[in-house]
């Protein structure tokens, strides 16, 4: 089975603080992905990696950064926290390198509960 | 852009009843993918049924089945003989053909009436 692990359930930071979210996948997926999620607006994609040191802007990638030195492990970086950053982060990992292989499943990982206050 | 409409944000079904989801989307695209993914209470996000746009057949898994309508681009998802277990956010995502980017549905939280 495919296991996709965040480093934390929840997370109280301050604002201004920088903040550090892990994510950890053990199939040696070459896609992963950073989403949060709010009520009312689904999940939307922040950033993805698609290979080692590769990365690429999803929807809202103000106020984020990536970091993805090893394939298993893919970062989500919040340089200054801030309130409007309190939500629900998901991690996914892909499947797949080049070409399209979109019926392939993203697996998510349980979620971290970021408060920031 | 691509965007993904559920207009139910929350439905509700007896036990063993049959209950259906709807979503919509818009895209200019003619080769794309879509799916239907549940996130249980407190548990990890998993996907129950994906469509490739290219088929014209409905997907099914089970007690879970799809009604792909292409040209009204509609999306809706059945569930028969509903259960306890089946309680859950359920959200409907799109891909496009040769795009790393699934674009997600503000989601329907579905509660089972015993």
């Known amino acids: 089975d495919v296991k996709v692990t965040q480093s934390s359930r929840y997370l109280v930071k301050r604002t201004g603080e920088k903040v550090f979210l892990e994510c950890v996948q053990d199939?040696?997926?070459?896609?992963m992905f950073w989403y949060r999620q709010d009520p009312g607006l689904g999940l939307r994609l922040i950033y993805f990696?698609?290979?080692?040191?590769?990365?690429e802007k999803g929807d809202i990638p103000e106020g984020y950064s990536v970091s993805r030195e090893k394939k298993e492990r893919f970062s989500l970086i919040l340089e200054s926290a801030s309130t409007n950053q309190t939500s629900m982060y998901l991690c996914?990992?892909?499947?797949?390198?080049?070409?399209?292989?979109?019926?392939?499943?993203?697996?998510f990982g349980p979620g971290t509960r970021l408060t920031v206050t | 852009a691509q965007t993904v409409t559920q207009s139910q944000p929350e439905m509700s079904v007896q036990e063993a009843e049959t209950v259906t989801l709807s979503c919509t989307y818009d895209?200019?695209?003619?080769?794309?993918?879509l799916f239907w993914y549940k996130q249980p209470p407190s548990r990890q996000m998993i996907l129950v049924i994906r469509?490739?746009?290219?088929?014209?057949q409905n997907a099914t898994e089970n007690r879970f089945s799809v009604n792909f309508q292409k040209a009204a681009k509609s999306f809706s998802l059945k569930i028969s003989d509903s259960q306890l277990g089946d309680a859950a956010m359920y959200f409907c995502?799109?891909?496009?053909?040769?795009?790393?980017?699934?674009?997600f549905g503000t989601g329907t939280r579905l509660t089972i009436i015993p």
């Open positions: 895209t200019s695209e003619s080769d794309y993918y």
């Open positions: 995502a799109y891909k496009r053909f040769g795009n790393e980017k699934l674009t």
């Open positions: 996914a990992s892909r499947a797949g390198t080049s070409g399209d292989i979109g019926s392939y499943e993203q697996y």
């Open positions: 469509q490739e746009a290219y088929k014209q």
């Open positions: 990696s698609y290979d080692v040191k590769m990365k």
């Open positions: 199939m040696d997926h070459e896609n």
